[in-house]
DNA sequence: GAGCACTTGGTAAACGGTTTCCTTGACCCT
DNA sequence: AGGGTCAAGGAAACCGTTTACCAAGTGCTC
């Protein structure tokens, strides 16, 4: 068939061949390199381009401009709407520079998240970002601490979207004052007892929440409310709605550490006839779009701003500035499963 | 500083030098390759990758060997819980493999889905997922199919999880069969006037579940209920909803085209007073977790299974087979959103 | 002690691009 | 005619791997 060389399909030795030009002008047309082409030139090598449909490889292109365009992510799933709204932040504004978005689900564990960096520094990530929260003082983070300074020695950008334990620039929000704010809010509708439903033990933003409803009922010099283990999925925030119908007497509010644990225990709540918000006041935390089906009272983290500022950051090639933190602003949003107390 | 010439941080040149070895000897050793090597070179090999971080480019890989390992995937909108279970699927059994799952948002449009198949090519993809469904006699589908045809001739292998207009092997679900059991369901409960709210005009899903839907109702010989536009989105089941209840006489039962859309009209029916399903009887269709979330009856469409399907036959390098199609189960899933009639 | 097989290691050619550095003419000026 | 400038194009190095092929040494057989 072929004379000696055979060109691969579609790449630039065959465009270049069947314009009967060398490959460095033909790089340079398909290029606008700045490298003057005669006009007729340049034609003849569009049309031969057109004709074998030419696709630059962008493997080859990443490795010889030592720039692969690529973005990683790592999230705990991308099934869960938290991280796919970050991803969606990400990939749009990468894509409208140009860059690959590579999605890598990490199950929330430390040893996977390692596992994943691994491959996007395999891959030339030029910048990685962290999108969920870290474990406090987590034994397994020692490893991907000296992977992430591995990578930033070889030029990557790291960046996380919470609190993490390696050295990083990190895109947060403040989970402490928005758990405060929330409940404080409920506290001026009259509530008094407002019990609260854990995230994941150990993760900084379970920890923060925490935290942050704790102050404000000091504060209120109110006795915190019954408060129940969690980890941020529906079954357990149904479940811990069960064990409060067990308890004494309903509290006048809930709060659970994030949108989904809330509407796990709404769903116990209303199965055992329990009116909302006439006999509780319901509210959770992230809104999500689950918080807006479900018309519930929430306070808004703006999660495609954390990707599409991320993501704005690595195009940047921010050169480190390894300390630093940018806080956005996180918003309270009252809906219909809170109402005043004894508004009945 | 250097010498002469200054191997890349954690390349295999940098391992070889530290090792005192050829660059072959080292990537022998990392590999694992059958040539023999000296057990106590291939330990100096182990111990220089070690002390350097060795990190063996997936890009240079790639180029040399003809294999990418990555699988691309199309999908509408990664935040939709329909398009983040397939992925979820490819991508826990694309790593498995040691595969790289790279996540293309097409926004619904085949221009966009046009665009990601491109950059998909360029990369060298092994396999690319259409995840979404296609638009019927589509105009700007003829230079996708062109785009496929080429990935094809390169040797890609391409599949689709949903009905396309070009030629492709195709994982799906029988979308006309999984709306009539549906509306059949409905039907045996007794109901006899049943809404529907459709998903997009014109895509080749909302299509076959109508014919479904109109299909069981013809055959018990009942009078096929008033119809809405819908878009498979919660705003326009909302608004179908409002309509309906501006009607004359509510029906006995309301199907929507998907869960997201029926979510959007028990939302509008309920805050309008209606009960369900005492008043009314909802489904919807597709089961994410979205209709767990809500307790609504749904018919399940295996989306996790999808996606590890393809993934699977990507992984195996299935040499086409362009025409054929796997059909996955469907699963009426009764929950509590649905009722005998006149259970009241 | 020549011939041979096997072990161990290195050399160099790909892979598909980008880019630096030439070479060649054409043109202009003096 | 000689020299300089500039437009246009090509040759070749390089990016970081894999791998086909070759070379040298060892130990064995006959």
Partial sequence: MSERSKPAKGSLAEVARQAGV?????SRVLNR???PVAEATRKRVLEAAEA???SPSA??????????RIIGVIVGDIVDPYFAEITRGIEDVGAKAGYLTIVCNADRRTELEEEQMRVLVDYHAEGVVFAGSGYVNDPKGTELSR????ARERGMTVLSLAHRDFECPRIVVDNRAAAYDLTDYLISLGHRRIAFIKGPAGLYASEHRLEGYLAAMEEAQLEPGPIFEGDFTYDLGHAAALRMLGGAELPDALIGANDETSIGAMTALRQAGVSIPEDISVAGMTDTRLARFTDMTTVNIPLYQFGAVAARRIIAGESDGAGDEVVLPHRLVPRSTTTRRGAR
């Fill in 22 to 26: 060398s490959i460095a002008t033909a």
């Fill in 52 to 54: 074998v449909g030419y």
């Fill in 59 to 68: 493997l080859a292109r990443a490795l010889v401009t030592q720039r692969s």
């Fill in 147 to 150: 992977l992430v300074e591995r």
């Fill in 33 to 35: 390199s700045s490298h």
